[in-house]
């Protein structure tokens, strides 16, 4: 039995492919289960409320593709963030948040990332971060109640692009369901401008890590930076990972309306899967 399991974030595929369609050509690529993506679009935002007979069509999708959904990607918290101080913002990613738990418990989604942003479209100050907390308080919450575990992704800004800000929040919360689902761009361009080293920085999560996003990125640009072309040391990184306890990895990259988008994604799954199977 392989010793891991590898992702594909939904993003990688095209938005015009039904669910079974996405499943059914992230196995053929190789994969063992798919990252579902909820982003700040009122199509992504709907799923977290889809009625017990939209669920159980995708649960029967899944079973008849053989691949499952096994993690999710909240970033509609980007957008409607958990400390903004606008309360209908809050209230709404909130919402969000708490009926994407549901969600995943009913799915057997696994683990759901939230995105490390108090606020990211506007200043960053003491009442957005007392709001974040005491929302993610509530997210804990009814995580612990239906058994799901939350990862914080380290993001772009300042707030928690570190493996060690995430560490913060994780001892303010304390909770077995509340752990760090760190981003390996992010990760390494925080390391770039702060100059640090990227595998101490992941060392401090031990014991808290639960996945990695194995993402490419350059100094100052985040997305669509194709695998392979930037600088970010996934030999280094997935070997520290490794022995941190990692054992989940999702290769995180998106369809930019290339013909040929399963050569890309197949380009990304054969360079990680090759650094993987070394360890």
Not at 51 to 67: I, S
Request: hydrophobic share 40%; proline share 3%; net charge negative.
């Amino acid at each position: 039995m392989k010793s891991y399991r590898i992702g594909l974030y939904e993003k990688a595929l095209p938005d015009t492919l039904t669910w079974k369609e996405k499943l059914i050509a992230t196995k053929e690529i190789g994969y063992d289960y798919i990252e579902m993506s909820i982003d700040a679009s009122d199509e992504k935002i709907a799923r977290v409320f889809m009625n017990k007979k939209e669920r159980q069509t995708l649960l029967n999708d899944m079973y008849e593709a053989d691949l499952p959904i096994r993690s999710m990607s909240v970033s509609a918290l980007t957008k409607y963030a958990l400390g903004d101080e606008d309360e209908a913002i809050r209230e709404k990613g909130l919402s969000i948040g708490i009926n994407a738990i549901i969600l995943a418990a009913d799915l057997g989604i696994r683990t759901v990332m939230i995105p490390g942003y108090d606020i990211y479209y506007g200043e960053s100050t003491l009442k957005t971060k007392a709001y974040f907390l005491e929302n993610m308080r509530k997210l804990v919450d009814t995580a612990r109640i239906h058994g799901v575990i939350l990862g914080f992704e380290t993001m772009e800004n300042d707030f928690m692009n570190t493996t060690g800000k995430a560490m913060k929040y994780i001892t303010l919360l304390q909770s077995p369901y509340m752990k760090i689902y760190p981003d390996t761009g992010n990760l390494t361009n925080a390391a770039y401008d702060h100059k640090h080293d990227v595998c101490e920085d992941l060392c401090l999560g031990e014991g808290h890590l639960i996945a990695l996003h194995l993402k490419e990125s350059l100094p100052n640009i985040y997305r669509e930076v194709p695998f392979g072309s930037g600088h970010v040391d996934f030999e280094r990184l997935i070997k520290t990972a490794w022995k941190l306890g990692i054992r989940r990895f999702v290769t995180e990259l998106w369809y930019l309306g290339e013909e040929d988008y399963h050569k890309t994604i197949q380009d990304a799954f054969n360079q990680m899967t090759q650094i993987l199977d070394k360890q």
